[in-house]
Each structure stands twice: as C-alpha cells, then as structure tokens.
C-alpha cells in the first residue's frame, strides 16, 4: 500500500511541474546577436550607371560579406506571439571601379559604404505543448540608411558623402535555446530587403546572440 502511495505521489508530482514548466506569462525581453551577411552585388548597376554617364566603358566590383550587429528588445504577448524592436548595423565595406570615358581619359574610385536602420516585427512560435516552443518566424519591416563615401579620379576629382534612405520588408526564421534561467542563445536567419529603399539591394544574414528576459 505504501508503494503504491509512493508511486502516486511521484506521478502526481511528474504532472504537476510538467504543467507548471508549460505555464506562459507575458513579459519583456532584449537581447543582442552578431553575425555574418551577404549583401546584394551592385558592380554591375555601377557600371552600367558610369557607363551611362561619361560612355566608354566601365568595371566594379564589390565586396559582398560583411560583419553585421543588432540589438533588440521584445515583449512576448501570448505563447505564439511576441513583438519585436531592433536596431541593426554592418561595418564598412567597399566597391572599386575604374573605365575610360568615351573621350579616352582613364578614371578609377571607391565607395566605402555600411548599412544601419531599425526593424519592426512579430515572431509566430508553435505552442508550449509541441515541444518547438523556442523556434519562431519573423516577419514584419524595417526603416534603413546606406552611407556611402565615395572618391574619383580621373575624368575629375572629386570625394562626396551621401545616405540614400527607405523602407523595405524583414523576415526570418530562428530558434531560442534556453540555457539557463530567463537566459536564452538565439540562432537566426534573417532577410532584410529594399535596403535604403533601393528595390536592387538586400542582405541575408546569419546571425547568433544571447536573450534575457525580465
């Protein structure tokens, strides 16, 4: 009878703390992750652009893997819901190019450019009851500068600064590993497109961070 009671309570007890670690409550969260992205090659619409601006002819090319930052803060709503806002940046990366203007005269130059603006969305999580809690889907937007530092010579001689400035479309897939109490690591793939509002320029990323959450 003893055993039995034994073999009650521990089975009872099995249930009631699986109930409770299913339990969600809403709350806040920020975090931040560092990865690797490919952005769009712009050689060839440089090019063309030179080529239609001084004739003859036109090369470039670009470098297309950068190293990208971003912080972020949450609030999770329900368990398939959270709302999210991050702040995002990429260092500096170049794209060279050099020709000859339709009246003989050689020219080269840089641009130095880097990308950074602010994303907006919702993560969609199965529920606590399938196990796959931790995976999410991202979708929702973004607002995004390109700065570019640009120098000529050649034809002329010139050095300029310049941000071109848009809106575009965010989504991702991801998953959070918790680790530890109300601390998270996060793997993400993230799509960010029409990068300063430029419908030829986009980045993928892959990126891996920390979460905590209050």
Known sequence: MKMKL????AVSTFFVTAVQAQTFTPGFYAGAEL??????????????????????????SQDKNVFIG??????????????????????????????????????SGSA????????????????ISTGFNGAFLRLGGHYSKV?????????????ASGNQNGSGFVAGLG????????IDIRAEYMHLDNIGGSSSNSTDSIMIGVVGKF
């Not at 700065?147 to 050095?159: I, P, R």
């Open 6 to 9: 034994a073999l009650a309570a």
């Open 35 to 60: 990865g690797s992205a490919q952005v769009k090659d712009q050689s060839g619409n440089i090019s063309s652009a030179l080529v239609s601006s001084v004739g003859g002819t036109a090369n470039a």
């Open 70 to 107: 971003r912080i972020f803060g949450g609030y999770k709503i329900i368990e398939n819901v959270d709302v999210e806002l991050g702040y995002f940046q990429t260092n500096s990366y170049s794209l060279n190019f050099n020709g000859t203007s339709s009246g003989g005269t050689a020219y």
């Open 112 to 127: 130095n450019q880097k990308l950074s603006g602010f994303d907006y969305s919702v993560l969609l999580r199965p529920s």
């Open 147 to 159: 700065k570019a530092d640009v120098s000529v010579t050649g034809v002329t001689t010139a050095v």
């Open 175 to 182: 998953y959070d590993f918790n680790v530890a109490d109300n």
